[in-house]
């Protein structure tokens, strides 16, 4: 049989891991022939823009530099599948590319919306009595996904914001005149990455001296008590923000665009800039915003090497379970123990995940809503660890590229 593995929704620096995971594997199969890659996510397999990956990672060291190079290489697409039932005609098409390309075991890298085209793609495989298995294989930096117990994508995320934040700290402190910098990090309605730059404070650092998440609500006068406080014992005060934090609608101004993704998914980013403005009239102090933006998500210079090990581990584990019968499923890990870190991958129901949100537990947020306790550092810190040897040329990392022409 051949198989066919396709990249979906924001991009990390570990997606391409997990392609080198399922490439590798289904390597050692000897009923396994092709192993394709889909351009563009599903859209590939709907207008059947298959390559064959065989052709394109040839060596060892092309899967080395895969494993560093950020982003879907293989391209990446927001397509939401429409309801079988309502219109099956993008299903019909996906049927056809499976038949005439003899595939056998579909899978998709990919976050909360691509285990929805999991979940629907093999029901309606499995309704049309056509043996393809269709598998999950996870990712996302905001670490939402239900049943895992953590994402490929979010270690190395939450390696670069402690990082950036950490200079951050450095050098908003070199004047002597107060000062308020406020990051804003991505994550819309779970403030994972955002409190993960709670890990500062396992290297008795005292900054980030706030943390804001979506899921405690905030005003501006809270804020501003958060504020005046943190300023009566620091002169140079920071703070992070998830993205997806909301003031009244009293109190706020449209600062966010009111555009839409095909999930229904608000393009957010604003916030920052919000409270900057905010703190520059209620104070009139130095204050300035920055938005970490897309450098979130695609920073392989500074990932994780557990994340890395991780995602091309669970990318494998996928192709098992498919050679095993497994279909409908999404791979997940499940943590044993913080120390020695120990975690294990199994699968679990496409249904327990898709379309659903992790949201932070209730004991890893302060009693006032504007920190993070230690309690979450002893999750956070295990996905941090570990450096890569990054390969380099004239100077700077080297990455796996497919031609453009290709990806046209």
């Given at each position: ?53 065989k ?26 599948l ?31 919306d ?10 309606y ?39 950036t ?14 000062s308020v ?16 730059s ?14 804001y ?6 005003t ?6 958060d ?39 608000k ?54 379970c ?54 979450a550092l ?31």
């Amino acid at each position: 049989m051949n198989i066919v593995v396709a990249q979906s929704g924001g991009p990390t620096c570990a997606i391409n891991a997990s392609l080198v995971g399922v490439f590798r594997e289904a390597m050692k199969v000897q009923t396994i022939d092709a192993v394709f890659g889909s351009i563009n996510g599903i859209e590939g397999v709907i207008n059947d823009r298959l390559i064959d990956l065989k052709t394109m990672i040839r060596t060892d060291c092309d899967m080395d530099l895969l494993r560093q190079t950020p982003s879907t290489v293989l391209g990446s697409c927001r397509y939401k599948l429409p309801d079988s039932k309502e219109d099956d005609s993008a299903y019909q098409k996906i049927i056809q590319c499976f038949v005439r390309r003899q595939i056998g075991a579909f899978f998709y890298i990919g976050g909360n919306d691509s285990m929805d085209t999991v979940m629907k793609l093999s029901a309606y495989v499995k309704e049309q009595g056509l043996d393809v298995k269709i598998i999950g294989i996870p990712k996302t930096i905001d670490n939402d996904l239900c049943v895992t117990d953590h994402t490929p994508g979010f270690g190395s995320a939450a390696k670069y914001v402690a990082t950036t934040m950490q200079e951050i700290i450095r050098d908003s402190s070199v004047y002597s005149v107060p000062s308020v910098t406020i990051v804003e990090i991505m994550g819309r309605h779970a403030g994972w990455l955002a409190a993960s730059s709670a890990v500062l404070h396992a290297n008795e650092q005292a900054a980030p001296h706030l943390i804001y998440v979506p899921e405690r609500p905030m005003t501006l006068e809270r804020f501003f008590e958060d504020l005046r406080c943190q300023m009566a014992k620091h002169k140079a005060v920071v703070v992070a923000v998830s993205e997806g934090v909301e003031v009244p609608e009293s109190q706020s101004q449209q600062y966010q665009s009111g555009v839409v993704d095909s999930f229904g998914h608000k393009y957010l980013s604003g916030i920052g800039k919000y409270l900057e403005q905010a703190v520059r009239e209620e104070f009139g102090c130095k204050v300035r915003s920055i938005e970490l933006n897309v450098m979130q998500r695609c920073s392989s210079h500074i990932s994780s090497e557990t994340d890395i090990h991780e995602a091309e581990e669970i990318g494998a584990a996928g192709v098992r379970c498919a050679l095993a019968g497994g279909t409908g499923q999404v791979m997940v890990f499940r943590r044993i123990r913080d120390v020695p870190y120990t975690v294990v991958i199994e699968p679990a129901d496409a249904k327990r995940i898709a379309n659903r949100e992790k949201f932070l537990p209730k004991s890893y947020i302060n009693e006032a809503g504007n920190n993070i306790t230690d309690e979450a550092l002893s999750y956070f810190l295990p996905l941090i660890r570990g450096e890569r040897n990054i390969i380099m040329k004239n100077g700077l990392p080297q990455h796996f590229l497919i031609r453009e022409d290709i990806l046209r």
